[in-house]
């Protein structure tokens, strides 16, 4: 498609080079052998990502470590612990009678049966004292639960405190305590957040990585002219752009592809903190904050704008919309190109207002008694310049009257000598 595209345009190959690209192979491997080769993948990196808890490079040798090593000892004496109290817990749960085999002679079955079938009461044999007199007796005696060692108990409370302090009490500052500002909560929530930054830290690391190979390997999928792809806008709204779509330069009138994800260069940044939400209930609250301390009315009418502009709830997107239009016409938002376009035929299309038509008219009034100003300036600049050239002219004429009246009386004076010398002499 691309050598047709040049051809069309009238490219003429001058020189060829060649150019060292990576390409990644897959293979499919046991501990002997390549089971399969799956042939080449899109893209220039390896599609493994490694993400780590800890990372540390002592003597120039790596180290790392996940959240849980240190626990690991606590974990296992407390499951031990857990497994011998369970064991203890279900080997007697009830207390059972103990009775002789006289006492219950006839009446096995009852006895047997009573934890299924739940008898309203049980039955026993009277026993026959010394003398063969029957004697009424109750059971001999009754098993007992096996009590749980003292020891048990303290290390279980032992074992659970080395872990909190090894990994941490996040569900001890999830709980909300009465009477306690928004402002505490939020710095009870960035120390439990501090807790995990450094793995939150490198997990953000490895989302980089995620994405620079999804950008490798959409630069050689993402090939086919006229592909929509989904864009989201600094403001959240969502759009559509075109790839390889073809134009023209306007400099050098050549015909180019915008859009063109495989000549095009990005850098990929993953950000770690509060999420969006957080951010939008952060910045309401310091703008209501400023509300209470601004005194000037126009500075309070955009920061109220941009509250309501900032706002979260069920069916608020449309005054979201609207305030951010209104900050938009004062000046106080960036526009994005579509934005402005909307806001150019919003105004080439919206009837003027009478008082900015009314300051409109006194402005080019002003502006046109200036000019006449200028004019009448001008003028008069003009008038004197032709004053002094129509007397420079009269002075010139003057000094030429008289340079002539000088030359003919020089003439005459000299026609008379010639006279007074030609003449002859008469005796």
Not at 129 to 137: C, E, F, H, R
Not at 178 to 204: C, L, P, T, W
Request: proline share 4%; charged share 25%.
């Amino acid at each position: 498609m691309l050598e047709e595209t040049l051809a069309a345009v009238g490219t003429v190959e001058v020189r060829q080079r060649k150019i060292k690209t990576k390409r990644v192979r897959k293979y499919i491997m046991s501990g002997g052998k390549i089971l399969e080769d799956a042939g080449y993948i899109a893209g220039k990196c390896i599609p493994i990502v490694v993400v780590y808890g800890k990372r540390w490079f002592v003597d120039n040798v790596e180290r790392c470590m996940g959240h849980v090593r240190l626990a690991k000892d606590a974990q296992r004496l407390k499951n031990m612990q857990l497994s011998k109290l369970g064991e203890i817990s279900a080997l007697s749960s009830v207390e059972k009678p103990i009775l002789t085999p006289e006492q219950v002679a006839g009446h096995q079955v009852m006895w047997a049966e009573d934890n299924l079938k739940d008898y309203p009461y049980l039955l026993i044999n009277p026993i026959t004292d010394q003398n063969g007199n029957q004697a009424v007796s109750g059971p001999v005696a009754y098993t007992r639960s096996a009590a749980i060692p003292p020891a048990m108990a303290a290390l279980l409370q032992i074992t659970e405190t080395d872990m909190q302090d090894i990994l941490g009490n996040p569900a001890g500052a999830d709980k909300m305590v009465s009477n306690i500002s928004g402002k505490a909560v939020e710095m009870i929530q960035a120390r439990v957040d501090g807790q995990a930054f450094i793995y939150m830290s490198n997990f953000a690391k490895g989302m980089k990585r995620c994405g620079e190979i999804w950008l490798s390997m959409a630069k050689d999928i993402y090939t086919e002219d006229k592909r929509k792809m989904k864009t989201i806008a600094p403001t959240g709204e969502a759009g559509i752009v075109e790839l390889m779509k073809p134009s023209i330069d306007q400099e050098t009138g050549a015909v180019v592809m915008e859009n063109d994800l495989g000549s095009a260069t990005f850098d990929v940044i993953a950000d770690v903190g509060p999420s969006s939400s957080t951010k939008r209930q952060a910045t309401v609250r310091a703008l209501t904050g400023m509300l209470q301390i601004t005194q000037d009315p126009e500075t309070a009418q955009v920061l109220t704008a941009m509250a309501m502009m900032n706002m979260e709830g069920e069916g608020v997107g449309d005054a979201n919309a609207y305030f951010r239009k209104k900050l938009l016409r004062m000046g106080v938002v960036k526009p994005t190109d579509m934005e402005a376009e909307e806001l150019m035929a919003e105004m080439q299309g919206k009837p003027q207002d009478p008082n900015a038509m009314y300051l409109q008219a006194a402005a080019e009034e002003a502006t046109a008694k200036a000019a006449k100003a200028r004019a009448d300036t001008v003028e008069t600049v003009a008038s004197a310049e032709l004053k002094r050239a129509q007397t420079l002219e009269t002075l010139g004429k003057v000094d030429e009257t008289a340079q002539n009246m000088a030359l003919t009386n020089a003439e005459a004076v000299q026609e008379i000598l010639q006279g007074q010398i030609i003449q002859p002499v008469v005796r």
